[in-house]
């Protein structure tokens, strides 16, 4: 029965401490939150460049709901498509320096699309193993091959690319979102035109934050999209607001507007999300203080970390994360630096590979100098306490 087996599941999650659950924030999106009565420094948000709450984002937004209203009330296709969805298009088509811009209201959705657009049987999709879900799920539903090579190996990527394919595609995130690193552009492009591959980047954690004008990881490498280059970013990020959008040549616009199925059966995103979006675009371009002051927190909190012994994995973007092992280890820190006034993410498999249980630290451009020592110090207290209590029983 139903019933019984899913009962049997949810009582694994809850005996290996992954038992997710939704944590509600009672104010605005912010470097400091409330929940619960008490505030908190958020460092588990990808808002990376504050913008969720910035005023002129808000201001955007009314001004948007007057003009436009609600909903969409349609597809793109049919009469879903507003002037602001226009705008945005031809907004992000000069930011981002590609020839046109394909508006999905999430990125999961935009992922979906591409892979099962653009690849299908006969071809091969190689996928860098910690690759996001979406593109994982994407990729699997293209009835393509599916290939995946180890993290940021290009000579593991090379070798998986061997075989006979109509087409093949590299598939990659751009800055991977639970380890923070980012992909090696040059080394990857070098392989695609070697072997004649395409390349799609889901630059999530990107766009916004790399790249001349926070223009992405594409830019970062001084790579622009064309048709066997494609990007996808996401607007509920470093943007603030929500949904994402594929960068491409028109051929490959052309391609998912005609045959995506989730471009085509489903809801445009709101005419309003479309305007603050880009309003966002329009702020990060004339204020680079932002990306910047984010840069900035970073190496700020690296150099806390090695000052005050906390091994932190190998990047440089804004997803700073520390391995903590267990579920259970996991799940005490985060609520123990919560008692102590900051809120962090506590990310156990299946996100994650077993034993490498991790606080997923994010950092923003208005985080202060304070904020950013004040974690960092009672972090080390705390990992200091459980390292101390570990030790203890191992000698028993």
């Known amino acids: 029965m139903l019933s019984r087996h899913l009962t049997d599941r949810l009582n694994q999650q809850r005996l290996k401490d992954r038992w997710r659950q939704e944590i509600t924030i009672d104010s605005p999106q912010g470097i400091e939150v409330s929940r619960l009565g008490r505030s ?5 948000s990808n ?38 969805h226009q705008a945005l298009e031809e907004t992000l088509v000069d930011w981002l320096q590609c020839e046109a811009i394909t508006l999905f209201s999430s990125g999961y959705q935009a992922n979906l699309a591409v892979l099962t657009t653009l690849v299908g049987k006969g071809d091969l999709i190689v996928q860098d193993k910690l690759n996001h879900a979406s593109l994982i799920d994407a ?68 766009i916004g934050v790399l790249g001349h004008e926070g223009s992405g990881t594409l830019a970062h490498y001084n790579v622009k999209p064309v048709d066997n280059v494609i990007m996808m970013g996401t607007m509920g990020k470093a943007l603030g607001v929500a949904g994402a959008f594929v960068a491409s ?6 391609a998912l507007k005609q045959f ?26 004339k204020t680079p203080e932002r990306t910047e002051k984010l840069r900035h927190n970073i190496v700020q909190f690296k150099q806390l970390a090695l000052h005050y012994n906390i091994q932190l994995m190998p990047s440089d973007t804004a997803i700073q994360p520390v391995l903590v092992g267990t579920e259970r280890k996991c799940l005490s820190v985060a609520k123990e630096l919560e008692l102590q006034g900051f809120l962090v993410g506590a990310i156990r498999p299946p996100t994650v590979p077993e034993n490498t249980c991790r606080l997923r630290i994010t950092l923003s451009s208005h985080h ?6 004040n974690l960092v110090s009672s972090l080390s207290e705390i990992l200091d306490k459980h390292d101390e209590k570990d030790n203890k029983v191992m000698n028993k």
Do not use: W
């Open 40 to 44: 908190l420094v958020n460092f588990s």
């Open 47 to 84: 808002d990376y460049l504050s913008l969720a709450n910035d005023p002129l984002m808000i201001k955007a937004m009314h001004q948007a709901i007057d003009k436009y209203g609600c909903g969409s009330g349609a597809s793109h296709l049919i009469s879903g498509h507003l002037a602001s």
């Open 139 to 206: 990729g699997l539903m293209s009835q393509a091959a599916n290939k995946r090579y180890r993290h940021c190996d290009y000579q593991s990527l090379l070798q998986q690319l061997k075989g006979d394919f109509n087409s093949k595609m590299i598939v990659s995130d751009g800055v991977f979102s639970m380890d923070g690193d980012a992909v090696n552009l040059t080394e990857l492009m070098s392989i695609a035109s070697e072997e004649k591959a395409s390349v799609y980047i889901d630059d999530a954690h990107g």
């Open 249 to 254: 040549s028109q051929l490959v616009a052309d």
């Open 260 to 285: 995506a199925r989730p471009y085509i059966y489903t809801t445009a995103m709101p005419p309003a999300n479309a305007q603050v979006a880009n309003e966002a675009v329009n702020i990060i371009r």
């Open 368 to 373: 202060s100098v304070t904020m950013i020592q």
